[in-house]
């Protein structure tokens, strides 16, 4: 859902301020940029996979909002992949920046074949999709935080996603008459703020995506792998983790397992940043660890016009 749509049900959905810093992880003391500006009202985004633990926020140049998620939906189990990368394209020559705009027509070209780009200018980071994934507007972010949290604070957020099978799960459960989505899949990057070592942030991040969108609130169903190092096409070099969850306890129609890979590193400022993808973990259509690893190899830096 972009902004100005309304959502399925003909209506929007009830907004509320936005509470801490979605950059922000667990510990880290850094004032939110956006907290003294005025609150506007943005129509709902797409939801992002978790069975709806995540939220949703836009950023615009007023404010920031948060779109109220409380998404639950029948898990849609179907046979095969439709991730849209098997058979998979062959690979081209990667370059670490590029100079284009991603809102022009001379948006930045894809380094996998028949594939699409994705940018976080804010970041300086693009990387590559599979052609059947939705992107997102650069001013949608999404996160997940506790769900007993009343001030809602994330764990870990990320910026200009690009979601798959939007539409994957869907339901009513509290029966306001607007029905909600869940993906498939998500992927996106974001700023690692605060972070002390790529291994660090990609520990950290990749477990408190499976945690906060799939396991929570039993820690000890999500499993972490050990953090190894990674260097992309394009020369990025950085370090990688996978979480999974195991067990959850299906509550609403939309729980699943669920597994997060995050691979971090620093960007052209020398800061911390991460790329994750995120996704349901034992179900059908569950993208494949190797369509995951193919998405990642495609990360790289990214320097807008501006600042060429």
């Known amino acids: 859902m972009w902004p100005g749509q309304q959502s399925p049900g003909g209506g929007q959905q009830p907004q509320q ?30 939801r992002p996979p978790g069975g709806g633990r995540t939220k949703v926020i836009a950023i615009t140049t007023a404010a920031v909002v948060v779109v109220a998620a409380a998404v639950t939906g029948a898990v849609v189990l179907g046979g095969g992949s439709d991730d849209g990368a098997d058979p998979g394209p062959t690979a081209t020559s990667a370059s670490p920046t590029s100079s284009t705009d991603p809102r022009s027509g001379d948006a930045p070209k894809p380094t996998v074949a028949g594939w ?31 769900d007993d949290d009343p001030e809602d604070k994330p764990l870990v957020a990320m910026k200009a996603p690009a979601l798959l ?41 990749a477990a408190a995506w499976v945690y906060g969108a799939y396991a929570q609130p039993d820690h000890k169903k999500v499993t972490t792998g050990p953090v190894t190092a990674f260097t992309t096409a394009s020369g990025l070099v950085g370090s990688v ?11 609403h129609k939309c729980d699943s397992d669920g597994k997060a890979t995050t691979f971090a590193f620093k960007n052209g400022e020398g800061d911390f940043a991460s790329w994750s993808f995120v996704g349901a973990r034992g179900v059908g259509e569950e993208v494949p660890d190797a369509t995951v690893r193919k998405i990642l190899g495609t990360v790289r830096l990214y320097t807008p016009p501006e600042e060429s």
């Open 165 to 205: 099978k939007e539409k994957w799960c869907t339901s009513d459960d509290d029966k306001d008459g607007q029905v909600d989505n869940t993906p498939l899949a998500s992927v996106g990057t974001r700023k690692n703020n605060g972070a002390r070592s790529t291994e660090e942030a990609a520990r950290s991040d």
């Open 17 to 46: 301020p936005a509470q801490g810093n979605p950059y922000q992880q667990p510990g880290y003391q850094q004032p939110n940029p956006y907290a003294a500006q005025p609150p506007t009202v943005a129509a709902p985004a797409p």
């Open 241 to 251: 983790a996978t979480s999974r969850s195991a067990g959850v306890t299906k509550q």
């Open 116 to 146: 699409q780009v994705v940018v976080n200018p804010d970041a300086g980071i693009a990387f590559d999709v599979p052609a059947n994934w939705a992107l997102q507007s650069p001013g949608w972010v999404s996160y997940v935080a506790e």
